[in-house]
């Protein structure tokens, strides 16, 4: 029998063989076009967080109660300039600070937390380079002078998964639910920026020395006064964060884009949407 209808009469490979590269080469084209979208893509997502807006979960209770935990938030990249801060993991790839900028009085701001520059906290802007900021009795005072503050309804917060309400504060709403009853007030810094904060009562926190902001650098307070590690306590790992270099900012809050208090299960889809704070979402800074 002659066999030459199973042979390219050219190349004398049998036809089956020549079919048989024909679905391996799809095959691996495939594979390549698949790594490149998803290094493309990977790409895409590290420009994107490195360079526009990125997002960020509240893990504390020391910005309540502007922020509760469980809050998601996005903060856009470019207000401060740039830094090896600025990129996932802080790779060291952008020399220094390049567009720099200095932020607002006010400003609620994301950064790498001194002295060990690998965490990343969230705190408000309260003083900027020459700045004089203190302490007393509660009461904040901003270049010598102080910073007017006004006694406003309490700020009442659900007790949930996601609330660390000491017994203190526990209390019962109208319908009989728990909540959390904090005392709080109303700053207005010298540029017109307000804001609420708790304080409650009197701690170590309330009574502090003379800072003076050295340039490059920024003070920077939580709004739970008495729940707050941040620029009143001197640098150390777990604990005070000092003054925090400029470089150091990571973005500005802009937009709540979603908020859990902490009820729902990963196993259980429908508990999502029952866990939502849905009045959170979309609030601005």
């Not at 024909?22 to 998803?38: D, P």
Request: glycine share 10%; with cysteine.
């Amino acid at each position: 029998m002659d066999d030459s209808a199973t042979h390219d009469n050219e190349s004398g490979k049998p036809i089956g063989s020549r079919q048989g590269e024909a679905k391996g080469g799809g095959a691996a084209s495939e594979v390549r076009e698949t790594l490149s979208f998803l290094l493309k893509l990977a790409l895409a997502v590290f420009i994107i967080r490195s360079f526009l807006i990125s997002p960020f979960v509240i893990p504390s209770e020391s910005m309540l109660p502007r922020l509760l935990v469980g809050d998601y938030i996005f903060i856009t990249k470019w207000n401060y300039g740039y830094s090896k801060h600025s990129l996932p993991w802080s790779l060291p790839l952008i020399p220094g600070r390049i567009f720099a900028g200095t932020p607002a009085r006010g400003d609620v701001v994301v950064f790498k937390a001194p002295p060990t520059n690998d965490q990343d906290w969230i705190k408000r802007v309260i003083g900027l380079p020459g700045d004089t900021v203190q302490m007393k009795n509660g009461q904040l005072f901003l270049n010598d002078k102080p910073v007017p503050k006004q006694r406003i309804a309490d700020f009442i917060e659900p007790v949930s998964p996601n609330t660390h309400c000491e017994p203190a504060y526990q209390d019962t709403a109208d319908d009989g639910s728990a909540i959390c009853r904090y005392p709080q007030y109303r700053e207005t810094l010298p540029n017109g920026k307000s804001y609420n904060v708790l304080d409650l009562g009197q701690t170590i926190a309330d009574d502090t020395q003379v800072f003076k902001v050295p340039e490059g650098h920024v003070f920077l307070m939580g709004d739970n006064r008495d729940n707050s590690e941040d620029s009143r306590f001197p640098q150390m790992a777990g604990g005070g964060i000092g003054f925090v270099p400029i470089g150091n900012l990571e973005g500005k809050a802009v937009v709540n884009f979603w908020s859990t208090d902490g009820s729902a299960s990963w196993v259980l889809p429908w508990t999502w949407f029952s866990a939502a704070r849905w009045e959170r979402i979309g609030e601005g800074f």
